[in-house]
């Protein structure tokens, strides 16, 4: 039972790697290959059985009559120069036969090995009449040319080919594979038809999956692609109403807490500068970056449209903006740099990046390219970088990996989680591995 077990899923696995993967493509050959099948046995069996006995009985008729000839001119005397059994041959049999002195027949002549005439020609000749013979069915492409010797004398006969086998055979499968292709094509575009709303769906979903508008989108098709169809837009519904209402309710929790800490700053403005004023104000000032960290994460940056942005020229923006806050960081763009996303969020997730970079290291290099439709950037620093087995944990929303960075940094751990939660609402990811220059590499890649 295992060894068969084993080979089914040998034979699974086999037939998966083979298969089309496309379900218009697997639809086609399941009608597709019935029909090849069916017309194969149907030839195979028209051929064999039909063709064959109809031209084996056509074969035996001719051979008969020349039987009866070759019986008259043995039995029965005839006139000189045998004109009565040409006469009756070409009136009678339409045939055209001539006697002619005796002489050596020719020799054989190489037989086509798949030429039912030539089998049942020379298998009735030798079955009726029992005299040697010469048949040629290759050398004239409308007759047939049949020798046979007498006793004093060659029989020389001309027949037409059509008179041997059945010759309106091919009509039939002419018509039976005409027909089948004209059925496949209306198959096909019927099924053209039926795929396309799949499609639609299958597009839409991934376009709204990475955050890109679905626009003209309507539920078509059969009755089950309608029921998905009409049940993914009440989804997009349902999803864009609570964005809308997450935004609407953290816009105002937004405004309350920066009204309260406008008031603070103001207040500590009036105090006068003092070391207690100074460190509460830097609470304050952390305070601020703490609740814009909060809200970018919450609200997912989900409000801006995606656009057509220079990837080249938004790195060295970001180079300029390090170098005035007094960081090493460099970059590079190889290839187009055209991409569509959205401009200020892919800002702030490669910011969030170069920022871990250049907190926990000296030096920060950026390359980004776009290959194989993908966009891919690369930020590479020389801090300690993350174990291993603690790089997921560290994308955990106010996570912070104490022992791999310093203790002694502020912030609210929501860096790595705001710049991934970014790379997945346009369809990518962000991923941790080592880096060239022995500390942390982040990989960015998402569609192009």
């Given amino acids: 039972m295992k060894p068969l077990l084993a080979t089914y899923r040998q034979a699974s696995r086999l037939m998966y790697r083979i298969m089309p ?7 086609f050959l ?5 029909i090849v099948i069916l017309q194969s046995v149907l030839v195979f069996v028209f051929m064999e059985r039909h063709y064959q006995l109809v031209s084996q009985r056509m074969s035996e008729a001719v051979v008969r009559d020349i039987a009866a000839v070759v019986y008259v001119l043995d039995n029965y005397p005839q006139d000189p120069d045998n004109s009565r059994i040409e006469e009756l041959a ?10 002619t002195p005796l002489e050596p027949l020719p020799p054989p002549t190489p037989k086509p090995f798949f030429d039912v ?4 020609l020379s298998k009735a000749i030798s079955q009726k009449i029992g005299k040697p013979f010469w048949i040629d069915t290759v050398g004239r492409s409308r007759f047939v040319e049949i020798r046979i010797q007498l006793d004093n004398a060659i029989l020389k006969i001309f027949t037409r080919r059509s008179q041997t086998y059945a010759s309106n055979s091919h009509i039939f499968l002419v018509w039976m594979f005409s027909t089948s292709l004209v059925l496949v094509i209306i198959a096909l575009l ?5 795929i396309r709303p799949i499609v639609r769906l299958a597009n839409a979903a991934e376009a709204f999956g990475k955050g890109r508008p679905v626009e003209n989108f309507r539920a ?3 009755r089950e692609v309608r029921r998905a169809s009409l049940a993914f837009i009440d989804m997009r519904r349902r999803i864009e109403r609570q964005i809308e209402q997450r935004t609407t309710m953290l816009a105002g929790v937004s405004h309350d807490l920066r009204t309260i800490l406008t008031r603070l700053r103001l207040q500590l403005a009036f105090v006068g500068p003092s070391p207690e004023s100074e460190a509460m104000r830097k609470d304050v000032d952390e305070m601020s970056h703490m609740l814009e960290d909060y809200l970018a994460f919450a609200s997912g940056d989900g409000d801006e449209d995606i656009e057509q942005t220079d990837m080249a020229l938004l790195l060295e923006e970001l180079e300029e903006e390090a170098e005035i806050s007094g960081n090493d960081v460099t970059t590079r763009f190889e290839g187009p740099a055209e ?3 959205r401009r200020l969020s892919m800002k702030r997730c490669l910011s969030n990046l170069i920022t871990n970079g250049s907190k926990y290291g000296h030096r920060v290099e950026v390359s980004g390219k776009i290959e194989k439709n993908w966009l891919t950037v690369l930020i590479d620093d020389d ?3 993350i174990a291993e087995d603690q790089r997921e944990a560290a994308f955990r929303a106010f996570h912070r990996l104490d022992l791999a960075r310093n203790m002694d940094e502020t912030g609210s751990g929501l860096g790595l989680a705001i710049a991934r939660d970014i790379a997945r609402g346009h369809g990518g990811d962000v991923y941790l591995e080592d880096s060239p220059l022995r500390g942390l590499r982040a990989r960015v890649r998402v569609p192009a």
């Avoid at 019927?190 to 039926?194: D, K, P």
């Fill in 90 to 99: 070409s009136r009678a049999l339409g045939m055209s036969m001539t006697v």
């Fill in 383 to 385: 801090g300690p970088g």
């Fill in 220 to 222: 078509s098709g059969a």
């Fill in 117 to 120: 005439i030539d089998q049942e």
């Fill in 30 to 34: 399941i009608i597709v290959a019935p």
């Fill in 21 to 27: 993967k496309g379900l218009y493509t697997r639809t």
């Fill in 339 to 341: 991409v569509e996303v």
């Fill in 190 to 194: 019927f099924l053209r038809n039926q």
